[in-house]
C-alpha cells in the first residue's frame, strides 16, 4: 500500500526520528527500572508503573518517525514489511518467554491457578491480554485471584495493537490530504499533508485523552488496561515526530527542558501510588516529562544530562529493556513457589540478577539473533507465516494444560461429608480442646479445588428471575426439602463473605430438609446506608446499582417472610458517606440495624454471621503454601486481624426481638494471635475468603447458634 509517488520532504524533515539517541536509550533504562523495582518493592517506589507509559510515548515517537522516514526514502509504507520486521523484533523472545513461563506455572504453581494463568497465556500470545484483564478486572471473583505469570504482557499487547492501527491511520490522512491536489506544485502537497497528519495526531490523542480522564472516572480498574485510554501517550510521541524537528531549542532550555522532563517522570514514580486514578490526568505528568526530554534531545545531542545517561551500564539496560521486561514478572512470581518461602530481600535480588542475566541472553541470541535469521529476513509472508505457527504452538500447550487441569479438577472433589476430628481444624480451639499444638504442620500440599468457597451443589437449580440486573443476576434456590410442606424456608445473604458459608449452611439444609435461597452481590452491603465502595471507592453507577439491589433484597425478604435470614458481608471494608460526618462504622452498624429490625417486626429471625479474621491485609495469601512445616509463621496479631466487626456491632445494638450475631472469632484466633492454618486445616481459601473445608468444619457452632435463636423464637 503507498501514498503516492514521493512523500514530502517537508513531512520527513521535521518528522524522521535519528536511528539511534542516547537519551532515548535512556528513557528505556529509566522506565524499565521504575517497573522492575515497583514490582520488586511496590512499598517503595510506588508509582514505578509510570515507566509502562514512558515506553509508550517512545514507541509512538519512533515508530512515527520510522513509517514517515519510509515515505521519505521509497515514497511508500510498504504494510506487510512493517509488520514483518515488529514481528521479527519482538515475537521470538514473546514466545520464549511464554513457553517458559507454561514450564513454570505446571512444575511450581498451585494447579487450582493453572486455568486463570493458561488462559492469560493463551491471550498474551494473541496480544489481547489487555482486554482479557479489562474483563476480568469487572468480575468480582477475579479480584481475589493471585497475579499470574504473564499478567506484564498488558502493556506489549497495548504496543502490538498499536502498531497494527497507527500505520493505518497515518497513511488515510496522507491520502486523503492528497485527494484532488495532484497538480498542486509539491509544497503545496507537502503542506497538505503535514497538516492533514498534525490534524489526524492531534484528534486522536484529543479523543484518547478525553475518553481515559472519563473512563477513568467510571470504571477505573478497566482503564487502566484499555487500548483507547492509552492511545493518546503514542500520539504525543508522534506529534513530536512530526514537528520536533521545526522547533530548535537553545541550548540552555534544552538543558533546562531535558531535566524538567526527568524530573516529572520522577515524580510521578515517588508520588504515585495504587490510589492514584491512573491513567487519566495523572498520566499527563509522566507522559509530557517523556516528551519534554525527546524534544529536547531534537535540538542538542548532548546536554547536561548526557554525562549519566550515556553512561555504558544506563545504555546496556536500555539495551535490554524489552528482554528484561518479559522475564522479570513470571520469575517474580514463581519464585517463592520454587524457593519454597515468601520473598525475602536477597531473594529478590536473586530475581533480579537472573532477570538481567536472561535478558542479556535473550537480547543477544533471540532477539537479535531473530532479527539475523535469513530464513524469515528475506520474507515477509515466512515472517507471518512463522508468527502464526508460534501463536498455534502455545495455543497447543495451553490446550494441553487446561485438559491436565480439568482432570486434576474432576478428581479432586469435596467429599459428601465433612467432620473435625479432636485437634483437627477449629475443634483445635474449641473450649475445653487439649491439643498438644493446634498449629502444628498443615498435612497438605497445595490447596486444591476441593477448597473453592463457591461450589454448589445440584440441588440448587438456575438463576431464579428476580434480583436480576441485566446480565447481572443474584439469587438461586437451593430446595434440600425433598417435596415436604413444612420445609424451612432459609435466605443466605450478602456479598462473598455470606457466599464463603454456604458450604456448612447446605450440609445443614441437606440433613435438615430446608429451602435454601441464597443472593450475593460481590462487594455489596445488604444495609440501608449511602454505599461508596468495597476496598476503596466505587463508580457512582455502580454503588447505585448496588444501592438498588440491597433495597430490593430487604422488600423481598420481607414479602417472601422466610423463617430465618443468614446475613454475612465484609462490612470492615464496604465505605458508606451519607454526608452527615458519622463514622462509616457507625452508618453502616445504623443501615444492618434498620434492615434487620424491619424483618424482625415480621417475625423473621436474623442471624448474622460476623466476619473472619483478615487475611491479605495482614498477610501474604500464599503464607500457608509457603510455610508449610511451620504455619506459625502466619500468625498475626489479633487487634491487627480482627478489628471491630460492624455486624457484631448491630447485632448488640438492636432492640428488636429475633437479631443475633454469631462471633467465631475464637475459631481463628486465641488471645493474642489469629492464625492462617489451624488443628492442620488451612483457614483461607485465597486472598479473603475461607476455604470450603474449614467452613463445613465450622457447622456444629453454627448449628447452635441457629438452633438456640430458632428455639428462642418459639
Known amino acids: ?101 507454561l514450564l513454570l506455572l505446571v512444575v511450581f504453581i498451585p494447579y487450582p491457578r493453572w486455568d486463570r494463568n493458561a488462559w492469560e497465556i493463551a491471550a498474551s500470545a494473541g496480544y489481547v491480554e489487555n482486554w482479557l484483564l479489562a474483563a476480568m478486572s469487572v468480575d468480582y471473583s477475579a479480584l481475589n485471584d493471585a497475579a499470574s505469570l504473564v499478567q506484564h504482557y498488558w502493556s506489549l499487547s497495548v504496543e502490538e495493537q498499536f502498531y497494527i492501527v497507527w500505520p493505518l491511520l497515518l497513511l488515510a490522512a496522507v491520502a486523503l490530504a492528497r485527494r484532488g491536489v495532484d497538480g498542486s506544485a509539491s509544497r503545496d502537497r507537502s503542506a497538505r499533508a503535514t497538516t492533514a497528519l498534525v490534524i489526524v495526531v492531534v484528534g486522536i490523542g484529543l479523543l484518547s485523552f478525553a475518553a481515559s480522564v472519563l473512563y477513568t472516572i467510571a470504571a477505573p480498574s478497566q482503564a487502566y488496561f484499555a487500548t483507547f485510554t492509552r492511545g493518546w501517550e503514542f500520539a504525543v510521541g508522534g506529534l513530536i515526530a512530526l514537528l520536533g524537528s521545526r522547533i530548535r531549542l537553545p541550548r540552555l532550555s534544552a538543558n533546562l527542558l531535558s531535566l524538567a522532563g526527568f524530573a516529572a517522570i520522577a515524580y510521578s514514580a515517588l508520588a504515585y501510588d495504587h490510589a ?68 525475602s530481600t536477597l531473594s529478590k535480588v536473586g530475581v533480579l540478577v537472573m532477570a538481567l542475566v536472561l535478558a542479556e541472553l535473550t537480547k543477544r541470541f533471540v532477539e537479535d539473533g531473530g532479527q539475523r535469521w535469513t530464513f524469515w529476513r528475506a520474507s515477509t509472508r515466512r515472517a507471518m507465516l512463522l508468527m502464526v505457527a508460534g501463536m498455534v504452538v502455545i495455543a497447543a500447550l495451553v490446550a494441553g494444560v487446561l485438559a491436565w487441569h480439568a482432570a486434576r479438577t474432576e478428581a479432586d472433589r469435596p467429599p459428601a461429608e465433612v467432620t473435625a476430628a479432636p485437634c483437627e481444624g477449629p475443634a483445635a480451639l474449641a473450649p475445653g480442646a487439649r491439643c498438644e499444638d493446634p498449629f502444628d504442620v498443615v498435612d497438605y500440599t497445595v490447596m486444591t479445588q476441593k477448597n473453592e468457597y463457591f461450589q454448589a451443589p445440584d440441588e440448587c437449580g438456575d438463576f431464579l428471575p428476580i434480583l436480576t440486573y441485566g446480565e447481572k443476576r443474584t439469587t438461586i434456590e437451593c430446595d434440600f426439602s425433598e417435596g415436604r410442606s413444612d420445609a424451612r424456608r432459609v435466605w443466605l445473604i450478602g456479598d462473598s463473605h455470606a457466599q464463603q458459608w454456604q458450604g456448612a449452611v447446605f450440609d445443614m439444609a441437606r440433613d435438615r430438609g430446608w429451602i435454601v435461597t441464597t443472593s450475593y452481590y460481590g462487594g455489596c452491603p445488604v444495609a440501608d446506608i449511602a454505599f461508596r465502595g468495597f476496598r476503596g471507592g466505587w463508580t457512582d453507577a455502580d454503588a447505585e446499582l448496588c444501592m438498588r439491589w440491597s433495597r430490593e433484597l430487604a422488600d423481598r ?29 457507625d452508618q453502616m452498624t445504623s443501615g444492618l440495624v434498620e434492615y434487620w429490625t424491619r424483618w424482625a417486626d415480621r417475625g423473621i429471625r436474623v442471624l448474622a454471621l460476623g466476619d473472619p479474621p483478615f487475611n491479605s491485609e495482614v498477610r501474604s495469601p500464599d503464607c500457608v503454601l509457603l510455610n508449610e512445616d511451620d504455619p506459625r509463621e502466619c500468625a498475626r496479631p489479633r487487634a491487627e486481624a480482627q478489628p471491630a466487626d460492624p455486624l457484631i456491632a448491630a447485632a448488640e445494638t438492636a432492640q428488636a426481638e429475633g437479631i443475633e450475631a454469631l462471633d467465631l472469632s475464637d475459631r481463628f484466633c486465641d488471645a493474642e494471635l489469629c492464625y492462617a492454618a489451624v488443628g492442620g486445616i488451612p483457614v483461607y481459601y485465597d486472598a479473603d475468603h475461607l476455604n470450603l473445608e474449614y467452613v463445613r468444619m465450622l457447622r456444629p457452632e453454627l448449628e447452635t447458634a441457629v438452633d438456640g435463636l430458632l428455639a428462642r423464637a418459639g
Open 557 to 585: 425478604v420481607a414479602e417472601e417472610q422466610p423463617d430465618l435470614v443468614l446475613t454475612a458481608m465484609a462490612s470492615r471494608l464496604q465505605t458508606a458517606d451519607d454526608g452527615s460526618g458519622r463514622s462509616s462504622f
Open 1 to 101: 500500500m503507498t501514498v503516492g509517488e514521493r512523500a514530502p520532504e517537508r513531512i520527513t524533515e521535521r518528522a524522521q526520528a535519528k536511528v539511534f539517541r542516547t537519551d532515548i536509550q535512556a528513557l528505556r533504562a529509566l522506565a524499565i527500572g521504575l517497573v522492575v523495582l515497583n514490582h520488586l518493592w511496590p512499598v517503595r517506589l510506588t508509582g514505578g508503573y509510570v515507566g509502562v507509559d514512558v515506553f509508550f510515548v517512545i514507541s509512538g515517537f519512533l515508530i512515527t518517525g520510522h513509517l514517515l522516514g519510509e515515505m521519505t526514502r521509497t515514497g511508500r509504507v510498504r504494510l506487510g514489511a512493517f509488520y514483518a520486521r515488529r514481528v521479527r523484533r519482538l515475537l521470538p523472545a514473546a514466545f520464549l518467554v511464554l513457553a517458559v513461563s
Open 276 to 343: 492514584t486514578s491512573f491513567p487519566g490526568y495523572a498520566a499527563a505528568i509522566p507522559v509530557l516529562g517523556t516528551a519534554a526530554v525527546i524534544l529536547a534531545g531534537n535540538s542538542h545531542a548532548a546536554l547536561w544530562h548526557s554525562h549519566a545517561t550515556a553512561l555504558r551500564p544506563v545504555q546496556w539496560v536500555g539495551g535490554v529493556s524489552y528482554s528484561l521486561y518479559l522475564w522479570h514478572w513470571p520469575l517474580i512470581v514463581a519464585a517463592p513457589f520454587a524457593l519454597g518461602s515468601e520473598a
